[in-house]
């Protein structure tokens, strides 16, 4: 029964690919012949490919081939190749399980196609590729295209070299020379007829809603994730929903590659956003922050003294209705964002120390491991989008205290909070920016 269904499947992919040609096929016949060495020229495939794409096809050696019969041989090889996903070299290799469920209902509710359980098998196969044609762009964008034809190249270079299956070589040549080939008698959307791709996407759905329906799991009441933070056992135990997480990623490597992608995504944000004072977070002491902000004045005001300003500017002590009306023209007249950049010179190495420093010592550092488990619970449980990277902090602190130190955690979180007791003129606001 299931052999029959996947040659139902395979067979209304088939039908749709035909139904998709017709108007380029009148076009071809118009054009001139669609000839294995025209095929290898318009789409950049090696001759290898093109013989091993056309090795099956069966008007081989009786002249050159009308277009129809061409498109079509390949198309049907290139349909049939949803099977192969179970290979290796597709392992990785796919659509991001975090985002396509959510492309997939955006594209479904705006095309307004209706609920897939109550359509035939059939129309279900058209449903699926009508969403498939509006989404491809974005599935197949930040090279997933190429890692897709790389990963098929690759496993069709593995099955040549076996001598055996020479039929998924077939299929694996197809599948590349007709996403490849920049013929104008090709469909635009080929790509969503592909046996592979759908059987990718297919995965990457399955995958992205079994992992949300694990996470609806965290709570999001504040109260109740912070009990659960306190008794941390109920999070992390076999039965515990980010344990749950963890063997389901465990269990998909493209899910683990896209997880290890997205968790280095976040950690930089992340650290841009201490660094742009969008997330602040408050960990450093008054007296620390001072220490920071003496630091930065003195660099300044050296800059300034080399730039030509000639009274004397002590970073103790306000500036007179004099000194501040000269120091206002003469801010006026320099470059304030190569000066800036000339103190900055000076003041990110001591800013540098300064934060490792302050973090080293024993009391210290268990007080902002404290801080850092706090503030994770609190942008976990709000959902502020920083619960994730506040999170990877916390766990870095807590198991890598060296790796945590040389992070940048530390430097981007001073300067983030120091911002606002700079930012008073106008050569420090290009500090904000």
Do not use: C
């Amino acid at each position: 029964m299931a052999h029959k269904k996947k040659k139902k499947k395979v067979k209304n992919n088939k039908q749709r690919a035909q139904r998709q040609q017709k108007k380029q096929q009148r076009r071809a016949k118009r054009t001139g012949e669609y000839t294995p060495a025209n095929a290898a020229r318009e789409s950049g495939n090696s001759n290898e490919i093109v013989e091993d794409a056309l090795a099956l096809f069966p008007h081989k050696g009786t002249g050159n081939p009308n277009p129809e019969a061409v498109l079509e041989y390949l198309f049907f090889q290139a349909a049939d190749t949803a099977h192969l996903i179970s290979e290796r070299e597709f392992d990785d290799v796919g659509f991001d399980p975090l985002r396509t469920p959510e492309l997939f209902a955006e594209a479904s509710e705006k095309l307004g196609l209706g609920d897939m359980e109550s359509k035939s098998e059939e129309e279900q196969s058209d449903t699926f590729i009508s969403i498939l044609d509006e989404i491809m762009d974005d599935l197949l964008a930040d090279g997933t295209d190429e890692e897709i034809l790389n990963a098929a190249d690759s496993l069709r270079i593995r099955l040549k070299k076996s001598k055996r299956r020479r039929e998924d070589v077939t299929r694996l040549a197809a599948l590349h020379m007709l996403l490849t080939s920049e013929n104008d008698d090709k469909p635009d959307s080929a790509w969503s007829v592909i046996g592979l791709v759908q059987a990718m996407v297919q995965r990457s759905i399955g995958v992205g809603i079994e992992i949300m329906d694990v996470m609806s799991e965290l709570p999001g009441d504040p109260e109740m994730f912070k009990r659960l933070m306190d008794d941390s056992d109920s999070l992390f135990n076999d039965e515990g929903p980010f344990q749950k997480i963890v063997s389901r990623i465990e269990k998909s490597p493209l899910l683990e590659r896209f997880m290890t992608n997205k968790q280095d995504d976040i950690w930089e944000e992340g650290l841009d956003a201490l660094y742009a004072g969008q997330l602040v977070l408050n960990i450093y002491e008054e007296d620390e922050l001072n220490r920071a902000e003496r630091i930065f004045r003195s660099a300044q005001f050296d800059v300034f003294k080399q730039m030509g300003f000639e009274p004397k500017l002590d970073v103790d002590s306000e500036l007179d209705d004099e000194t501040e009306r000269k120091f206002d023209l003469f801010l006026d007249g320099i470059d304030t964002d190569k000066a800036l950049k000339k103190a900055a010179q000076t003041f990110i190495p001591q800013f540098i120390v300064l934060a490792q420093n302050t973090f080293r010592t024993e009391d210290r550092s268990a007080k902002l491991l404290s801080q850092l488990e706090r503030l994770t619970t609190e942008h976990i449980s709000a959902k502020s989008g920083w619960g994730t990277f506040l999170l990877q902090a916390k766990d870095l602190l807590d198991d890598e205290p060296d790796e945590f130190f040389d992070s940048g955690f530390a430097l981007r979180a001073i300067m983030g909070e120091l911002k606002p007791m700079v930012t008073k003129d106008s050569a420090d606001d290009d500090l904000a920016d």
